[in-house]
């Protein structure tokens, strides 16, 4: 077994256009005005369809319409396809959390991760440890072996050198580091199952907390389900089905072409619907958006529903502590963004100062 994590691939001529496309199209996404209501909506779209088409990779047979069904409340005779999708977007919620709290890649988060994604939607989950014994991955139809992971032994290693790559690889651009975890995680399949949906929700962490979140509107996922024969293959790299005969030493330049072309896809989508949002008409707020900071950003998406909020809100949409949201708020007070509509210490509540209120 290598003593270390280094993987082997090239940058190729492909790779290092599609690098650029990315940030031409996230430059494009900051610089564009977009009307509050509609990036909630988008955002919301986003988070649906991003669950739809990771659980639907992994044989969910519910729509994007039935999705929502089961989120607002149930979807009768799917019991276990419904129970994918609120775990799977629970554990979108929780990533969320992560990315805001700016916290960083941990076996703690991944392994809450997984857990949220093999509940039925319930957000008080211990984190799964790894498996204790020999997965394989066989082909449905003919049951012979596609992949052999690596001996359950030597998962914690593999997953301990896996996260401190991925701390120590700020030199690399997040979308390579991004591509290459997901591929690393793929490989190690630490967990009996749901591996597939915790690679690709590592993958979109890394992205977040890297400055790839693009507002929360693009879904990789979709790219992956509607191109799953490349995925399939574009992950299948090595001399053999068993781990330990060559998988750790194979170049996976191919892979990390494909994961680098879906996000230029995915992220040349979202300027696009942008664009169209722009062009229908909205009230331009380019200006004053550029006065708030992300979280502001944010936190103007509790006042789509609400008049006025208390902070126990504020720290929900981020996850934060008591003591956390209050500091917050307070800031924000003293920034000129809320005012304080009720100044009781039990139950503060806030609206949004002038000229903010007119950005809803």
Not at 99 to 116: C, G, K, S, W
Not at 154 to 179: F, H, T, Y
Not at 252 to 259: A, E, P
Request: charged letters at 20%; one cysteine or more; a positive charge.
């Amino acid at each position: 077994m290598p003593t270390n994590f280094s993987p082997r691939y090239t940058i190729s001529s492909d790779i290092a256009k599609d690098l650029m496309r990315i940030e031409a199209a996230r430059q494009k996404a900051v610089l564009l005005p977009i009307n509050p209501t509609i990036l909630v909506s988008l955002r919301e779209t986003a988070k649906l369809y991003t669950t739809h088409y990771s659980t639907m990779i992994e044989g969910n047979r519910l729509d994007p319409q039935q999705i929502k069904e089961v989120l607002e409340g149930h979807f009768p005779g799917r019991e276990r396809d419904e129970h994918e999708v609120k775990g799977y977007y629970a554990a979108l919620t929780q990533l969320e959390h992560y990315a805001a709290q700016t916290h960083a890649v941990t076996e703690h988060a991944i392994q809450r991760l997984h857990a949220l994604v093999m509940s039925d939607g319930r957000t008080k989950v211990k984190p799964t440890p790894y498996r204790d014994g020999q997965n394989v991955i066989k082909n449905s139809a003919t049951g012979t072996i596609v992949y052999m992971p690596p001996e359950a032994k030597d998962v914690p290693m593999m997953m301990n050198r896996l996260l401190r790559w991925i701390k120590a690889s700020s030199d690399l651009p997040c979308p390579m580091v991004a591509a290459i975890s997901h591929y690393q995680f793929a490989t190690i399949h630490p967990y009996y199952d749901g591996n597939g949906r915790t690679a690709r929700l590592l993958t979109t962490l890394i992205l977040y907390l890297g400055g790839y979140d693009l507002k929360g509107l693009y879904s990789l996922e979709e790219y992956y389900a509607k191109n799953l024969l490349a995925y399939y293959r574009a992950m299948s790299i090595g001399p053999s089905h068993n781990y330990y005969l060559g998988r750790a030493e194979s170049d996976i330049t191919s892979w990390i072409k494909y994961f680098i072309e879906g996000m230029a896809f995915a992220f040349e989508k979202v300027v696009s619907q942008m664009m169209d949002s722009q062009d229908k008409g909205n009230k331009d707020h380019t200006a004053l958006m550029r006065t708030l900071g992300p979280k502001q950003r944010r936190a103007l998406e509790l006042f789509q529903s609400y008049a006025v909020v208390t902070s126990h809100q504020v720290g929900d949409l981020f996850g934060f502590k008591p003591r956390t949201h209050t500091a917050l708020c307070k800031k924000w007070v003293e920034a000129g963004f809320l005012e304080i509509v009720d100044p009781s210490n039990k139950a503060r509540k806030y609206k949004l100062a002038k000229p903010y209120d007119t950005l809803i």
